[in-house]
């Protein structure tokens, strides 16, 4: 089945212990892109990745980096955690990022809380 | 500035009858796409329609019409026929091309539908 996986689902943590959340797709997407939700906000882009090795800043990325050393994962990571990273976190994938007509796949959700 | 507005916060409807979920935008762009997606309580994201700015013809899949109209820069949701389903929270969102040659989503706030038995 293509799908786009995150891991964990759920996540309780607390301030400053690092933590990965990890994003695989099977459908050998090109493009992958990390997104927060908040009450109010919709969905703001984190960081996306254009291809292996290729990342760039979205538009809410102070607090986190990721890395796409192979072409399925995107894994996001938080060095550092804080409260105001309490969210919903989503991880998205599409075939091209060339064209506005490419649909974007999002993963399941991760439901992150920052003590 | 590029940005999606969504004016209502939650709509009621009752099963088997019609809701319109508003959607306008905002771009300077001619070439954009406009993506709504659903949320049900469970959190997932599904993708339900997609309408091209050049596309003539009002997209439509299944129950889910996108109801575009260019000029007052609106794309609306229609949903026919509700079911209990349905209740989930609903996001437009418009694609665009950056000047980095990147494609980039923007989402409004959401509607959370609820469709009463």
């Known amino acids: 089945e293509a799908q786009v996986t995150q891991n964990p689902r759920y996540l309780i943590t607390v301030t400053g212990k690092k933590l990965t959340v990890t994003c695989s797709q099977n459908?050998?997407?090109?493009?992958m892109s990390w997104y927060r939700q908040d009450p109010g906000l919709g969905l703001r882009q984190i960081y996306y990745?254009?291809?292996?090795?290729?990342?760039d800043k979205g538009d809410v990325p102070e607090g986190y980096k990721v890395s796409r050393k192979e072409k399925r994962n995107f894994p996001l990571i938080l060095e550092s955690p804080s409260p105001n990273q309490t969210s919903l976190y989503f991880c998205?994938?599409?075939?091209?990022?060339?064209?506005?007509?490419?649909?974007?796949?999002f993963g399941p959700g991760t439901r992150l809380l920052v003590l | 500035a590029q940005k999606i507005t969504q004016t209502q916060p939650g709509m009621f409807v009752q099963e088997k009858e019609a809701v319109t979920l508003d959607c306008t935008y905002d771009?300077?762009?001619?070439?954009?796409?406009l993506f709504w997606y659903k949320q049900p309580s469970s959190g997932e994201m599904i993708f339900l329609i997609y309408?091209?700015?050049?596309?003539?013809q009002n997209a439509t899949e299944g129950r889910y019409s996108l109801n575009f109209q260019k000029a007052r820069k609106s794309a609306n949701l229609v949903i026919s026929a509700s079911q209990l389903g349905d209740s989930a929270m609903y996001f437009c969102?418009?694609?665009?091309?950056?000047?980095?040659?990147?494609?980039?989503?923007?989402f409004g706030t959401g509607t959370r539908l609820l469709v009463s038995p």
């Open positions: 459908m050998n997407h090109e493009y």
């Open positions: 771009t300077s762009d001619q070439s954009y796409g």
């Open positions: 998205a994938s599409s075939l091209s990022f060339l064209r506005h007509q490419e649909t974007q796949y």
């Open positions: 969102a418009m694609s665009l091309v950056m000047n980095t040659g990147f494609q980039k989503l923007v």
């Open positions: 990745s254009m291809n292996v090795e290729v990342t």
């Open positions: 309408q091209g700015s050049y596309d003539e």
